[in-house]
Structures are given as structure tokens and as C-alpha cells.
T-cell receptor
Framework: KAGVTQTPRYLIKTRGQQVTLSCSPISGHRSVSWYQQTPGQGLQFLFEYFSETQRNKGNFPGRFSGRQFSNSRSEMNVSTLELGDSALYLC?????????????FGPGTRLTVL | EDKVVQSPLSLVVHEGDTVTLNCSYEVTNFRSLLWYKQEKKAPTFLFMLTSSGIEKKSGRLSSILDKKELFSILNITATQTGDSAIYLC????????????FGQGTILTVHP
């Protein structure tokens, strides 16, 4: 069974631009969660989608948004990029929502904002 | 606010040693505790412990959850250089759904 895939793997943008990241979950998984990982803050939860609905959102500004499609693929968008948005963005998929089962991570998208 | 604290933050051992990594948590409506291993890439899943499964073992790795004292340990016996990685502890709970609250991680370095 194929794992979680994320595209693109690397991205370089400049301040003020916007970016869209994509995540395809493991086949059959309906929950997709997004995390930001930085050396200073570690792994921080952004949001979770289940059956095309956002179930929960972390403490990030409104510039961070996402959506999920009927095939469970998810996209995350960051508008008006800031230098501090440079990070590894990870998505994780699970069969069920609610933290009742394992979350499996994709390889991540490394975003650099110049 | 949910909180997960791991200790030690870093550990250096030699091949063959046994290590114990600690994870304590404060979370309402606890659902599960998960351990991940992260090398130079995304975290890979190791164990999930819930109220119905408080001890897990896989090869040289084992983990125990103490729900009364709100902590978990990850043991690695007969360590190998390939065990060098960051070990992350995460907890799911509260009113959140898929949200995992992660600890800072323990950086394990195994020397030959």
C-alpha cells in the first residue's frame, strides 16, 4: 500500500507570495492532519480534515488555510508569506478521526521563504 | 492547554547499551499516546498506546503507558547505530480530533 505523498518536496518563495501544498493520504484513509515543524517550536498542529470538513484548527493565523477533496486529498495554503513561515510542513493521514488510531506521516514539503 | 514533556532532551550511548526515554503528559480526555522515530525525514510510526493497550513491544523496542502517573517510557535494548534519531512522543486528547500534541523530542546518538 502506498504511503502518504506530498508535493512539492521543496519550495522557495519570497515574502508576500502565497503557496499551496498538496497531500495525498494512504488509500482508504479519510483523515488528514497538517503540522509545521521548525527547529525552535518543534512539531505544531495546524488543522485536521475528515470527510471534507475541518474538524480542528491549531493556533496559527488566518493566513494558513486548507481544504479536503472528496477523494480525501488535501491542500494547504499559506498567503502573504513571512520569513517565519520557513519550515517543514508535514501531513499525516489516519483511517479514523479523533486520535483513535495511528497517524502516518508523509515526507514533508520543505518551504523556504526569502 | 495540552502539554507533553520528554526527557532527556539528548542522549549519547554506545552500541549495545540499553536506553530509556521518558514522556510525561497533561491532557484532558486522553485518547492515545504515540511514539515516532524521526531521522532526516518525516517521523515514522513506532507505537500507539491507549487505555486498552498499555504495553507494546516490537523487536528491541518496547513501550509502557502509565495512565495513573501520566507518563510513558520507550525502551531500546542492544542499541545499534541505526537507532540514532530523534524520538518523538505525541498525545491525542481533549476535544481535538486528529490533533497530536508533540513533545520536544529526545535526540539519541549511538556510537559504534
Amino acid at each position: 500500500k502506498a504511503g502518504v505523498t506530498q508535493t512539492p518536496r521543496y519550495l522557495i518563495k519570497t515574502r508576500g507570495q502565497q503557496v499551496t501544498l498538496s497531500c495525498s493520504p494512504i488509500s482508504g484513509h479519510r483523515s488528514v492532519s497538517w503540522y509545521q515543524q521548525t527547529p525552535g517550536q518543534g512539531l505544531q498542529f495546524l488543522f485536521e480534515y475528515f470527510s471534507e470538513t475541518q474538524r480542528n484548527k491549531g493556533n496559527f493565523p488566518g493566513r494558513f488555510s486548507g481544504r479536503q477533496f472528496s477523494n480525501s486529498r488535501s491542500e494547504m495554503n499559506v498567503s502573504t508569506l513571512e520569513l517565519g513561515d520557513s519550515a517543514l510542513y508535514l501531513c499525516a493521514s489516519s483511517f479514523l478521526a479523533g486520535g483513535h488510531n495511528e497517524q502516518f506521516f508523509g515526507p514533508g514539503t520543505r518551504l523556504t521563504v526569502l | 492547554e495540552d502539554k507533553v514533556v520528554q526527557s532527556p532532551l539528548s542522549l549519547v550511548v554506545h552500541e549495545g547499551d540499553t536506553v530509556t526515554l521518558n514522556c510525561s503528559y497533561e491532557v484532558t480526555n486522553f485518547r492515545s499516546l504515540l511514539w515516532y522515530k524521526q531521522e532526516k525525514k518525516a517521523p515514522t510510526f513506532l507505537f500507539m498506546l491507549t487505555s486498552s493497550g498499555i504495553e507494546k513491544k516490537s523487536g528491541r523496542l518496547s513501550s509502557i503507558l502509565d495512565k495513573k502517573e501520566l507518563f510513558s517510557i520507550l525502551n531500546i535494548t542492544a542499541t545499534q547505530t541505526g537507532d540514532s534519531a530523534i524520538y518523538l512522543c505525541a498525545v491525542a486528547g481533549g476535544t481535538s480530533y486528529g490533533k497530536l500534541t508533540f513533545g520536544q523530542g529526545t535526540i539519541l546518538t549511538v556510537h559504534p
